[in-house]
T-cell receptor
Framework: GAGVSQSPSNKVTEKGKDVELRCDPISGHTALYWYRQRLGQGLEFLIYFQGNSAPDKSGLPSDRFSAERTGESVSTLTIQRTQQEDSAVYLC????????????FGPGTRLTVL | AQSVTQLGSHVSVSEGALVLLRCNYSSSVPPYLFWYVQYPNQGLQLLLKYTSAATLVKGINGFEAEFKKSETSFHLTKPSAHMSDAAEYFCAVRRGNQFYFGTGTSLTVIP
């Protein structure tokens, strides 16, 4: 399909384990966002990639969270030593050129930390 | 700091009735404002956006929103609700590269 895809759709892990969440943006989109949505709350900005520029990491909640993006393709969000408060839906979005363009969201990864 | 407040986490309307979903923002300057919709088991999609052009913005599926600077509001409306409008609606504001989302309003349409 032509949309943003994320994998896995669901992830259950034990407290203390590391997890990797993957996002495949729409082909040709240079900008990519990660958000976290806790139950009953709005989306929280985590990180923003734009082309080859240094990413805006100002939304990452702790040093346990990191993200990478290879060029203008796949991005991986890694959470180390997961905690129960990390349980949330993690959403990825991409846009054509940058923050002024429409974001297209993926279906999200639901992370549950036991 | 940028924030948006959505009044009412749940709204129920009868089919054919007016839909009004409220959003207020806090900003010292007019921001870029958005409404997104999330249908069950689908990703968020853009309904409409305000970018300092016309204050009344028309979006998809018959929705529109009016930017009112004096009230710092950007409420979403639709004259006549359809069953297919049942979804979660999010108001958002953009400053720079960051987007700030409200907590969402779940719309139920009663037949």
């Amino acid at each position: 399909g032509a949309g943003v895809s994320q994998s896995p759709s669901n992830k259950v892990t034990e407290k203390g384990k590391d997890v990797e969440l993957r996002c495949d943006p729409i082909s040709g989109h240079t900008a990519l966002y990660w958000y976290r949505q806790r139950l009953g709350q709005g989306l929280e900005f985590l990180i923003y990639f734009q082309g080859n520029s240094a990413p805006d990491k100002s939304g990452l909640p702790s040093d346990r969270f990191s993200a990478e993006r290879t060029g203008e393709s796949v991005s991986t969000l890694t959470i180390q030593r997961t905690q129960q408060e990390d349980s949330a839906v993690y959403l990825c979005a991409s846009s054509l050129r940058g923050s002024s363009d429409t974001q297209y969201f993926g279906p999200g990864t639901r992370l549950t930390v036991l | 700091a940028q924030s948006v407040t959505q009044l009412g986490s749940h709204v129920s309307v009868s089919e054919g009735a007016l839909v009004l979903l409220r959003c207020n923002y806090s900003s010292s300057v007019p921001p870029y404002l958005f409404w997104y919709v999330q249908y069950p088991n689908q990703g968020l999609q853009l309904l409409l956006k305000y970018t300092s052009a016309a204050t009344l913005v028309k979006g998809i599926n018959g929705f529109e929103a009016e930017f009112k600077k004096s009230e710092t509001s950007f409420h979403l409306t639709k004259p006549s609700a359809h069953m297919s409008d049942a979804a979660e609606y999010f108001c958002a504001v953009r400053r720079g590269n960051q987007f700030y989302f409200g907590t969402g309003t779940s719309l139920t349409v009663i037949p």
